[in-house]
């Protein structure tokens, strides 16, 4: 029961994470363009991602507050 569970969450699981950025790419916030850093996870429960500043500062954020993706 449980495998067949995981396999109809699997696909939901997929389409929702092509809202998130990239692991590992570098994101600024909205209206703080000095506020950038790495994602390093996202939770697509919460919709939170977790970025890493150059400095070596962990935040969490809401996905709707980051708004530029540097390439």
Do not use: H
Request: charged share 25%; glycine share 2%.
């Amino acid at each position: 029961k449980l495998k067949c569970c995981l396999m109809y969450e699997l696909e939901q699981y997929a389409e929702e994470s092509k809202k998130f950025p990239a692991k590992w790419s570098e994101v600024c916030l909205k209206n703080n363009c000095e506020m950038c850093g790495f994602v390093t996870s996202y939770n697509i429960m919460t919709n939170d991602v977790s970025v890493r500043t150059k400095d070596g500062w962990f935040f969490r954020v809401p996905l709707n507050l980051i708004t530029a993706i540097k390439k």
